[in-house]
């Protein structure tokens, strides 16, 4: 019988509304129970989620209580509430022995003294660092996720370009970053483009955007700037 793997994965992702980053835990957490059967997962959570935790036989929760709230709904000094907040994660999480914690945004408790592992998306933050906003919960965001970069005995880039840019921003050595590419759910299926409307054929050439249309979200990813700017665009009818 096989050693039990013990994995703690905290749940940023899962304390605001469904997005990218969680859906890739949705996926990889539950396939990777399915095909490790001495896998272990506790998901490290706050009481109140803004969406559901996938569900398997293999993963577990535990509530870990977030003190930082009680800064402004009790006044609790700021020294109080991270005294507190390492008691109690020290007492919840454990110290690491014998266990991975995987930091889904980039959170490794300071007192952690066992193996880590941390997905970096995107580091955009500090490419562009002069474009992006500037102040001082953004400088903090920069800061934990550096942080987290550097403890990491592993880091999953989901890119080359990402890999790349971990090395060259941070100084990260090559061997301590593993490229793994995003998959997708099996409800993708081969495409009918018969389904995205009467104007689409199998032999013209197609825009695919992947994400919200929300009027109010229009500006995630440019959406409406990339319609306006192809609105304008003279050759639009020639072909692409």
């Given at each position: 019988m ?5 994995l703690?994965?905290?749940a ?10 969680s859906?890739i835990f ?6 990777m129970?399915d095909m490790e059967p001495?896998?272990k997962v506790?998901l490290m959570?706050?009481?109140r ?6 569900k398997h ?15 402004s ?13 390492d008691q109690?994660?020290?007492r919840i999480?454990?110290?690491?022995q ?7 945004y980039?959170e ?8 880590a592992v941390v997905?970096v998306y995107?580091?955009?933050h ?5 474009q ?15 942080d987290a ?12 370009s990402?890999?790349?840019d ?15 590419y995003?998959?997708?759910s099996?409800a ?5 483009i018969?389904?995205a409307?009467?104007n689409?054929s199998?032999?013209e ?8 249309r ?9 959406f409406?700037?990339v319609l306006?700017a192809?609105?304008k665009?003279k ?6």
């Amino acid at each position: 019988m096989r050693k039990q793997i013990n994995l703690l994965v905290d749940a940023s992702v899962y304390k605001k509304p469904a997005g990218g980053a969680s859906r890739i835990f949705d996926e990889i957490l539950l396939r990777m129970c399915d095909m490790e059967p001495s896998l272990k997962v506790e998901l490290m959570t706050p009481r109140r989620l803004a969406q559901s935790l996938p569900k398997h036989s293999n993963i577990g929760r535990k509530h870990v209580p977030n003190f930082s709230l009680m800064e402004s709904r009790w006044f609790m000094p700021k020294a109080v509430s991270s005294f507190c907040q390492d008691q109690f994660n020290r007492r919840i999480v454990g110290y690491g022995q014998d266990k991975i914690w995987h930091a889904t945004y980039y959170e490794i408790p300071e007192h952690w003294e066992g193996s880590a592992v941390v997905t970096v998306y995107d580091m955009i933050h500090e490419r562009f660092a002069k474009q992006s906003t500037v102040g001082s919960v953004h400088d903090a965001f920069r800061r934990k996720k550096n942080d987290a970069i550097k403890r990491a005995d592993k880091i999953i880039a989901i890119s080359k370009s990402t890999a790349k840019d971990i090395q060259e921003i941070l100084g990260v050595k090559s061997e301590k970053i593993e490229v793994i590419y995003l998959g997708c759910s099996e409800a993708f299926v081969p495409p009918t483009i018969s389904g995205a409307g009467n104007n689409v054929s199998n032999d013209e050439p197609f825009f695919l955007y992947v994400g919200t249309r929300s009027i109010k979200k229009g500006h995630y990813k440019n959406f409406l700037k990339v319609l306006e700017a192809f609105s304008k665009w003279k050759r639009k009818d020639a072909g692409l």
